[in-house]
T-cell receptor, first 114, second 108 residues
C-alpha cells in the first residue's frame, strides 16, 4: 500500500499570498489530520477531516482552512500569508479517526514565506 | 504549563546503552502516541497506547494511566536510533497534543 503523500514538498511564497497544500491519505483511510511544526511552537494540531466534514479544529486563525474530497484527499489553504506561517506542514491519515487510531504521517510540505 | 512534558530534552548515549525517555501529561486521555522524527521531517508512529505495555523489537513503551506517565525504552541502542522522539496525547477525537520532543544522539 502506498503511504501518505503530500504535494508540493517545498514551497516559497511571499507575504500576502495564499497557498494550497495537498494530502493524499493511505487507500481506505477516511480521516485526515493536519499539523504545523515550527521551531518555536513545535507541533500543533490544525484540523481533522472525516467524510468531507471538519470534525475537529485547533487554535489557528481563520486564514487557515481546509477541505476533504469524496476520495478522502484533503487540501489545506492559508490565505494572506505571514512570515510566521513558515513551517513544516504535516498531514496524517487514519482509518476512521475519532481517537485510538494509529496515525500515519506524510513527508510534509516545507513552506517558506519571504 | 504544557499539557505534555517530556524529559530529557536532549540525550546522548553510547552504542549499546539502555535508554529511557519520559512523558508526563496533565489531562485525561484516550490514547498516548510515541513518534519518531528523523532529520528532514518525516514522522513515524512507533506506538499507540491506552494501557499497559507494548514491545516492538528493541523498543518498549509503557503507560501508567493513574499516574499520567509514559516511558519509551530503547534496549541495545544503535546510532541509527538517533532521532527526535515525540510523545503525543489524544484528548478529543484524533486531535493530538505534542510534547517538545527528546533529541537522542547515539554515538558509535
Amino acid at each position: 500500500k502506498a503511504g501518505v503523500t503530500q504535494t508540493p514538498r517545498y514551497l516559497i511564497k511571499t507575504r500576502g499570498q495564499q497557498v494550497t497544500l495537498s494530502c493524499s491519505p493511505i487507500s481506505g483511510h477516511r480521516s485526515v489530520s493536519w499539523y504545523q511544526q515550527t521551531p518555536g511552537q513545535g507541533l500543533q494540531f490544525l484540523f481533522e477531516y472525516f467524510s468531507e466534514t471538519q470534525r475537529n479544529k485547533g487554535n489557528f486563525p481563520g486564514r487557515f482552512s481546509g477541505r476533504q474530497f469524496s476520495n478522502s484527499r484533503s487540501e489545506m489553504n492559508v490565505s494572506t500569508l505571514e512570515l510566521g506561517d513558515s513551517a513544516l506542514y504535516l498531514c496524517a491519515s487514519s482509518l476512521v479517526g475519532g481517537g485510538n487510531n494509529e496515525q500515519f504521517f506524510g513527508p510534509g510540505t516545507r513552506l517558506t514565506v519571504l | 504549563k504544557n499539557e505534555v512534558e517530556q524529559s530529557p530534552q536532549n540525550l546522548t548515549a553510547q552504542e549499546g546503552e539502555f535508554i529511557t525517555i519520559n512523558c508526563s501529561y496533565s489531562v485525561g486521555i484516550s490514547a498516548l502516541h510515541w513518534l519518531q522524527q528523523h532529520p528532514g521531517g518525516g514522522i513515524v508512529s512507533l506506538f499507540m497506547l491506552s494501557s499497559g505495555k507494548k514491545k516492538h523489537g528493541r523498543l518498549i513503551a509503557t503507560i501508567n494511566i493513574q499516574e499520567k506517565h509514559s516511558s519509551l525504552h530503547i534496549t541495545a541502542s544503535h546510532p541509527r536510533d538517533s532521532a527526535v522522539y515525540i510523545c503525543a496525547i489524544e484528548t478529543s477525537g484524533s486531535r493530538l497534543t505534542f510534547g517538545e520532543g527528546t533529541q537522542l544522539t547515539v554515538n558509535p
